[in-house]
């Protein structure tokens, strides 16, 4: 396949190789210039794409927020028992599932 080079906004520079070419165009390729080794692709993305990739951000960020927060709380429910001396879970108790803040944990 060919190689080809693309200049950035910001004076990057970078390279791709082309391994399998079908007779389809992307969308998102708006004109190609250029011959030989090196052509200048012009790249337009969707109008609502930004708004998209905020969106999957906050998602994404949210979601680890959550999961860690419900993964902090259901530990320091077992470690509350693990202080008052209960049988853990994993010898046969099941005392966890009388303590609130694992509940919390679980639910949240």
Not at 52 to 70: E, K, R, T, V
Request: glycine share 12%.
């Amino acid at each position: 396949g060919a190689v080809l080079s693309f200049s950035c906004r910001d004076s990057c520079q970078a390279w791709c190789q082309i391994i399998n070419v079908s007779e389809s165009r992307s969308p998102f390729l708006t004109s190609m210039e250029g011959t030989g080794n090196e052509i200048n692709w012009s790249i337009s993305m969707p109008s609502g794409s930004k708004y998209h990739l905020y969106i999957g951000l906050a998602l994404a960020i949210g979601s680890s927020i959550f999961i860690g927060s419900s993964f902090i709380l259901k530990k320091k429910g077992l470690l509350k028992l693990a202080d008052r001396g209960v049988t853990r879970a994993g010898q046969g108790g099941y005392s966890y599932l009388k303590e609130w803040l694992w509940w919390a944990g679980l639910l949240s």
